[in-house]
């Protein structure tokens, strides 16, 4: 029977995660956090592989004492946020407008001491590479770590991640068959008209008006084009324009991403998105300057290790319920760009009633660590001893 980790102990797990919280690094400044986990490696007997990813990316590979067999790949990301942390505990962030919002910390923790324990019990046959990524947050450190070629340099036949999950309780797991998260678009929009007095609007051209209707319209390729059986959301983050009030401003600028799980839909959106803009510029005799962006795929697991990973955790002291049934989330992850070349799953792990991701308050629950420790443990050993 699958046990619970007991090496790296708790409180060892609990160091180490508090260490990272401390000293949080955005997408491709990870040079504190990767020189820790290296030293953690090597102080466990492993020479990990440096400057991966854009430079910051590390790999290790744990041999099994059984010889020769499969390889496999297991991922964690290890970036912070640009977010000042609001939480009044001991080992907060120690830089300013810089957290972990997301638990990458966590993730980093959890894989850590699962390379730790593999190390010293390879009961296993083949390989296992434990990826630490950077850059995960927008940045897109999978694209760059698979195009760099992690794939070439570490072959594998299969890859998985996993992501603490808040709302879902400590104990309970979440396993899709399919899609898991969405593909996530960026784009920004710059309308150019002719500025004019508030009291004279027909001087000018009025960008506000053309903007304003513009994001209403932008709501029907959702509620109206999209089929009611395929999600899709369109949001509109950022609208900056003016800064009087008796002036109508020459431009308006719009941000923001479009998501959904459907490669056809995603194009379809793309494009749809594109007339609409030009035929309210046309409409309104304005200039448009249109900036559309794919950023990541949609995160897809594969049916058969989907169930693998199921079956692991339905054994695993600890883990009281496994959701097989969750929707999935509109949420993105670059995971999906390693999915896309090397087949694999992508779980989520319950972090109890904590806030949100990428919200200042939200903390990863250090009582899950010893379950994702055990929890690839066990995976390695099902995949490479079976």
């Known amino acids: 029977m699958n046990q619970i980790a007991s090496y790296p102990d708790p409180k060892t797990l609990t160091a180490w995660r508090h260490d990272f919280h401390r000293h949080p690094e955005i997408a491709f400044e990870e040079t504190r956090t990767s020189e820790r986990i290296v030293a953690i490696l090597r102080e466990n007997g492993l020479e990990p592989v440096t400057g991966l990813g854009g430079g910051t990316g590390v790999v290790v590979t744990i041999d099994g004492r059984h010889g020769a067999g499969r390889r496999i790949g297991l991922r964690a990301d290890i970036d912070a946020l640009p977010i000042e942390e609001l939480n009044d505990v001991d080992y907060r962030s120690t830089t300013p407008g810089r957290m972990h919002a997301c638990g990458h910390d966590g993730h980093t923790t959890m894989l850590l001491g699962a ?105 029907g390729l959702i509620s109206r084009e999209t089929p009611p059986h395929q999600s899709a959301v369109l949001s509109i983050t950022q609208f900056h324009a003016g800064d009087a009030y008796n002036v109508i401003p020459e431009t308006v600028e719009l941000r923001g991403t479009v998501r959904c799980f459907d490669a056809a839909l995603k194009a379809r959106l793309e494009q749809r998105f594109r007339d609409a803009v030009a035929a309210t510029a046309q409409f309104h005799g304005l200039k448009a300057d249109f900036d559309y962006q794919a950023r990541y795929p949609a995160t897809i697991n594969a049916p058969g290790h989907a169930t693998r990973c199921a079956e692991v955790l339905d054994g695993l002291p600890g883990i009281d319920k496994v959701h097989r049934d969750l929707a999935p989330s509109m949420g993105s992850e670059d995971f999906a760009f390693m999915l896309n070349r090397c087949p694999g799953a992508y779980i989520w792990l319950g972090n109890g009633d904590s806030a949100a991701l990428h919200n200042p308050a939200y903390d990863f629950n250090d009582a899950i660590s010893p379950l994702g420790v055990a929890y690839w443990q066990a995976l390695v050993k099902k995949l490479l001893n079976d």
């Open 115 to 219: 390379a730790c324990a593999l190390a010293k019990d390879p009961d296993f046959a083949g390989q296992v590479h434990c990826i630490f990524q950077p850059a995960e947050e927008s940045e897109g450190g999978g694209r760059v770590m698979v195009e760099k070629g992690l794939f070439e340099r570490f072959p594998m036949e299969a890859v998985y991640g996993l992501h603490n999950w808040p709302g879902l309780a400590v104990g309970e797991a979440a396993v899709h068959d399919g899609p898991v998260m969405a593909a996530f678009d960026v784009f920004t929009l710059k309308l150019t008209g002719r500025g004019c007095h508030a009291a004279m609007p027909h001087l000018g051209t009025d960008v506000v008006l053309a903007a304003c209707q513009l994001a209403n319209q932008l709501q």
